[in-house]
T-cell receptor
């Protein structure tokens, strides 16, 4: 069965520090998608990135970067030069439904607190 | 371009009652999924609707049911409410295109408290 583990439940950093959020997943499928969502205190999940299992290229978007490694089943998320506005809960999610509809399996989330 | 909208934003019910939550998908989307998020946990998939039919279901009892309308909007119904049903209920919409389900975008959620 599919599973997503985010071992870090809470991380606290000072503004401008770099921070990496870890995500490890389990699936028997060779075709799957991985996601990161941000959940600010308002509650709405904000989409950050989608990556398919055949694309292991790392991606950078401004201060955000993602490192996908199939060999270790990890999809880690790094925020460079963190800011107070980055404070939120971050979720990693897996979709291995293979076109039979899709359901996201979420990890437990990592609460990131960025202090000024 | 309106995003996913949900109503109501907050709701208080008592045990044994029934509740209906509503969701309007993002413009251009045809698929709606519902998730339950208990406090301090990640969201859990309830079910997904496409072409007015339930296409996939998570591990939730039959007390949880849903509906999708021709305009793609959706309702989640929960009967015989239990204290454990207290949670944030999130709706997500997406587009089924060329046999691939595109990214799910989430609404702000409905916070349900069962007393």
């Amino acid at each position: 069965a599919q599973k997503v583990t985010q071992a870090q439940t809470e991380i606290s950093v000072v503004e401008k520090e770099d921070v990496t959020l870890d995500c490890v997943y389990e699936t028997r499928d060779t075709t799957y998608y991985l996601f990161w969502y941000k959940q600010p205190p308002s509650g709405e999940l904000v989409f950050l990135i989608r990556r398919n299992s055949f694309d292991e290229q790392n991606e950078i978007s401004g201060r955000y970067s993602w490192n996908f490694q199939k060999s270790t089943s990890s999809f880690n998320f790094t925020i460079t030069a963190s800011q107070v506005v980055d404070s939120a809960v971050y979720f990693c999610a897996l979709d291995d439904s293979n076109n039979a509809g899709n359901m996201l399996t979420f990890g437990g989330g990592t609460r990131l607190m960025v202090k000024p | 371009d309106a995003g996913v909208t949900q109503s109501p934003t907050h709701l208080i019910k008592t045990r044994g009652q029934q509740v209906t939550l509503r969701c309007s998908p993002k413009s251009g989307h045809d698929t709606v999924s519902w998730y339950q998020q208990a406090l301090g946990q990640g969201p859990q998939f309830i079910f997904q609707y496409y072409e007015e039919e339930e296409r996939q279901r998570g591990n939730f009892p039959d007390r949880f049911s849903g509906h999708q309308f021709p305009n793609y909007s959706s309702e989640l119904n929960v009967n015989a409410l239990l204290l454990g049903d207290s949670a944030l209920y999130l709706c997500a919409s997406s587009l089924w295109e060329r046999g691939v389900q595109e990214t799910q975008y989430f609404g702000p959620g409905t916070r349900l408290l069962v007393l």
